[in-house]
Each structure stands twice: as structure tokens, then as C-alpha cells.
């Protein structure tokens, strides 16, 4: 006589057919701990930064004042998309000052102080998506996003486009 329980358990102890469903049952579980914990990682690796690896050559990056002075501080580039705004706004910066933006941004990157929070392969290489902090002249700091390239068949980043976080509560 049975006590009455007909789980995944159930059965004689021995029999082929009882050891054949809990073999499928533990293969079940496995795979989807496996599938969960997968994830869990992947999504803490992307969180911190710090797991993520230094940018090759980062002591050699070349930060070019032109994508300040005629992209992200002009106003009258149809293509900045409102970064000169927002960067005068937020910090202060305007192209007047872009070669102070351009030192601060570049020391940073060059002293290795930072790692990429994001590294992705695009077309025309590998970018490396940093988070600098700067303080601008009208005294407030805020995070600048900053996108530098290593182009496929060189060795040396790039920046290709810097922006103001739209984050909020960047001592506002």
C-alpha cells in the first residue's frame, strides 16, 4: 500500500519507468537554472563596468576639438540634435570653451582612470561607450557619454561622438 502520493516521485524505487521521469525532471530543472543563472550574469556584467575590459591603446586615444567645434557645440549643425543646447545648459559649454571640454574628456580617457561601460562591434569597428564625469564652468557636474572607435585594421580609438546624459538628477 501506497501513502496516496502520486508525484514525479511516486512508484517503485527501482523501476525503469520512475528513474526515467526523474532523470527527465533533474535534465529539466538544470537547464532552466542554467538558462536563469546565464542571464543573471549577463545582465550584472553589463551593469558594472568593471568586469568590463580597458579599451586597447586608450593611452593613445585620439580626441579630435573639430567634433566639439563643429558638431556637438554648434547650434547651427543640423546634426548635433540639440547636444550644443543641452551642453551649454547643463554645463556651461559652449564653442568658446570646447578645447576646456575636449582636455577634461581627453585626460580622462588617457589615464585609463575609466573603463568602458559598453563595448559593441559596429560596421566600422569596435566602440567602447564610456560614462566621464565633468565639471563644467557654470560649476555643476554632470556625465558626459562618450563614444570612442577602434576602426578594424588600426590600432589606435578614436572618439566618434560625445553627448550630455539625459539622466536626471545630475546636480541639477
Known amino acids: ?30 537547464t532552466d537554472l542554467v538558462a536563469i543563472i546565464s542571464q543573471k550574469v549577463i545582465e550584472e556584467f553589463k551593469n558594472h563596468s568593471s568586469l568590463l575590459q580597458q579599451m586597447p591603446n586608450y593611452d593613445k586615444s585620439i580626441t579630435p576639438i573639430e567634433k566639439f567645434i563643429k558638431y556637438s557645440l554648434d547650434p547651427t549643425n543640423p546634426n548635433n540634435h540639440g547636444k550644443a543646447e543641452a551642453y ?23 589615464s585609463g582612470k575609466y573603463k568602458p561601460y559598453d563595448i559593441e562591434k559596429g560596421k566600422g569597428g569596435i566602440k567602447y561607450k564610456y560614462k566621464i564625469p565633468v565639471t563644467g564652468p557654470n560649476g555643476k557636474t554632470k556625465n558626459v557619454i562618450v563614444v570612442y572607435q577602434i576602426d578594424y585594421g588600426k590600432n589606435n580609438p578614436r572618439m566618434i561622438t560625445n553627448y550630455l546624459d539625459k539622466e536626471r538628477n545630475q546636480n541639477d
Open 1 to 30: 500500500m501506497g501513502s496516496g502520493y502520486k508525484g514525479p516521485y511516486s512508484g517503485t524505487i527501482g523501476s525503469d519507468t520512475n528513474n526515467k521521469q526523474r532523470k527527465e525532471l533533474i535534465e529539466n530543472l538544470l
Open 88 to 110: 551649454k545648459r547643463g554645463l556651461g559649454f559652449d564653442k568658446s570653451n570646447a578645447e576646456t571640454l575636449r582636455n577634461l574628456i581627453h585626460q580622462e580617457i588617457i
